[in-house]
């Protein structure tokens, strides 16, 4: 005989939120997102066989001296890709550049120095024919399969921009936007209420400056748990502080599904996030990611994947720059075509 619930309305909430991950489940295409012309899971394979290797061995080095590099590297692909396509322009240096944009601050030099870490690597072991966009793309996939996320093939063949966009900056989600503004935001790119829960995960690590969640502390936001509030008013006496708080209280060095829990909790730091659980279009996404890690992995690749094929250049467009934050002189360009040739 079955045992009878001693808490009836918990269960009524498990029961509803396993059959509402059933149904999202069944609902979604599933397998491998679509490839855009021009990329492919094997434009490496003969040309630069060893390539995901070099920057998988690589990023293990970096993250075990600095892990905080996992969510910046996913950081920069993300704000690379939203803004005028995956072509590596956060990359590039500006008077002002992309990076120097408010949407941008916070973005750490040191991830920015591992990319080019890996570009030199690369191009040495292959010659100059993998661009920085693709090495980002890459990097971001290990920022999140070698710190306890999903481990996906990622298609490649882009080819680097030369040129950024300043103004495109202003269509990054804010975190200080509600639910609707931040799926006015995604939707601009084709992407729907499961994948802005799913990607909003890639907040289950890393760390946020005090001027974006201190419009939660003063005056102090309801929905917000007074415990976490203590901590984050302790650790950010004012906007202008210099310090930083975890996003994930739980596990904020691992990419997992604890973020979700946060939520649930009323202890997710931006407004972006724990509006999540308010808004009844992605509620019931939270609930599901929560109760299934293995279903927020799937959501995130196939959002993620697809994320990284925004707008990408191909083919003859571009360049493949010989250095990541600067566009190729007329001389280097030539030396590209040189080598192109001879690798084919």
Do not use: W
Not at 14 to 26: E, R
Not at 164 to 186: H, I, Q, V, W, Y
Not at 306 to 331: F, Y
Request: one cysteine or more; glycine letters at 6%; a neutral charge.
């Amino acid at each position: 005989m079955a045992r009878s619930c001693a808490y009836p309305l918990h269960c009524l909430f498990l029961i509803s939120s396993i059959l509402f991950s059933a149904q999202i489940d069944a609902s979604q295409t599933e397998g491998k997102a679509p490839v855009v012309k021009g990329l492919s899971y094997s434009f490496y394979s003969k040309t630069c066989p060893k390539l995901e290797t070099i920057v998988r061995n690589h990023l293990k080095k970096v993250f075990k001296n600095d892990n905080g590099q996992a969510p910046a590297l996913l950081r920069i692909f993300f704000h690379d890709c939203f803004v005028q396509g995956c072509d590596g322009s956060v990359l590039l240096d500006g008077s002002p550049g992309e990076r120097d944009q408010p949407a941008n601050g916070g973005i750490r030099s040191e991830a920015l120095e591992t990319i080019d870490d890996l570009r030199a690597l690369v191009h040495k072991e292959c010659g100059r024919i993998v661009s920085c966009a693709d090495i980002t793309v890459l990097a971001a996939r290990d920022a999140v399969s070698l710190t306890g996320g999903p481990d996906y093939a990622v298609p490649l063949g882009r080819r680097d921009g030369v040129s950024f966009s300043t103004s495109g900056t202003r269509d990054l989600p804010k975190p200080f936007n509600t639910t609707g503004a931040t799926l006015d935001a995604f939707a601009a790119k084709s992407f729907d209420a499961t994948d802005v829960v799913a990607l909003s995960g890639a907040h289950t690590y890393g760390r946020a400056h005090c001027s974006t969640f201190f419009n939660r502390l003063s005056p102090l936001d309801p929905n917000m748990d007074k415990t976490l509030a203590k901590q984050l008013q302790s650790t950010c006496p004012n906007a202008d502080s210099g310090n930083t708080a975890n996003l994930d209280i739980r596990t904020p060095t691992v990419f997992d599904n604890k973020y979700y829990l946060d939520l649930m909790n009323r202890q997710g730091v931006f407004t972006s996030d724990q509006d999540l659980f308010s808004d009844k279009r992605t509620k019931g996404l939270v609930n599901a990611f929560a109760l299934n890690q293995t279903l927020f992995f799937e959501k995130f690749v196939d959002a993620v994947v697809r994320l990284s094929q925004l707008d990408v250049l191909t083919g003859n467009q571009g360049e493949i720059r010989a250095k990541c934050n600067v566009v190729n002189s007329k001389k280097s360009v030539l030396e590209e075509v040189v080598q192109f040739v001879y690798q084919f």
